[in-house]
């Protein structure tokens, strides 16, 4: 069974890559290198260069390597540029999906799974967000994130599709330091550019009803992102011919760390000492986002490993590797 792997030359995809060709399973990789490195990609894995809007290309890849399944994880992630370009969100996002979508019915290719976000939930109101939680996302990048999930879920019901969409919480961290997020605009980097130019890193708002007053989300390493991939794999791999698997996920650690947490541990990581200062709130933050992972862990038998400490210190090595 070879799956296909939209993206796969991206951050996360790289790990996903990473993750499922050292346990055996046959990959090709489609990226358009917009984001994406060729340095992610192990030896030996093929890449077809070229946009999911491709559909002759993506009809010739499913054909030539005789695919059997789609990861599809190439996506526009940027919440602020989606607020000013909704159209060319909806367009990468959704059109490139449904785009898949039409080439993998047309192929008979029966297993689908769907990058997906803890962006569609919004502001959530409760303390361990779960998939049952009201979607309402604050932004056109987790509209497009809900509306990708729609469109997989009835295309499965219409074509008899399995499928998994996998709704990441905070990803930072790296495998190994070459494989780390050149164009990552999150906390992790954030304060480490701020704190390699010695400047004191901004903490957005201390004045949210959490402990430290500062927002809390739930931060997960990317390989445990990717073990999460292929678990979904296995999973759809071990599917009986007539059962169709309907699932949708969180990826999350079930433990919320707050920006204060963060800054320390960072700050402990990389040596440099510098007092954060704090800043207004950033427009759309919710104060805590912090996922169930119950789920996962009864569908998938997955659970995270790592903690903080290795996403820091992984993600510093990565900074290190970038900025030498
Ligand atoms: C985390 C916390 C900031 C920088 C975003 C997307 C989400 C998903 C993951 C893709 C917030 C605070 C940040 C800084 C700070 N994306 N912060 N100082 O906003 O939780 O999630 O990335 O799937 O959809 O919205 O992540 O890393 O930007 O911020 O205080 O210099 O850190 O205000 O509370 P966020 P983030």
Redesign the pocket.
Known sequence: MTWLITGGAGYIGGHVVRELAAAGVPVVVLDDLSSGRTAHLPPGVPLVTGSTLDRPLLDRTLAEHRVTGVLHLAAR?Q?GESVERPLFYYHENVEGLRTVLAAAVDAGVGRVVLSS???VYGMPDVDLVDESTPCLPMNP??ETKLAGEWLLNACAAAHGLSAVSLR?F?VAGAAAPELSDPGAA??VP??FRRLTAGLP?????DDYPTPDG??V?DYIHVSDVASAHLAAVRRLEAAGPAERVRLTLNIGTGRGAS?LEMVDEITEVTGIRIAPETAPR?PG?PAR?VASAELIRRELGWSARHDVRSMVTSAWAGWQHLHP
């Open positions: 992630k919440v976000s803890a962006a990048y987790g990441y905070n999150n906390l954030l304060v890193p901004l903490v957005f708002g500062t927002c989300r920006v950033r933050d986002v």
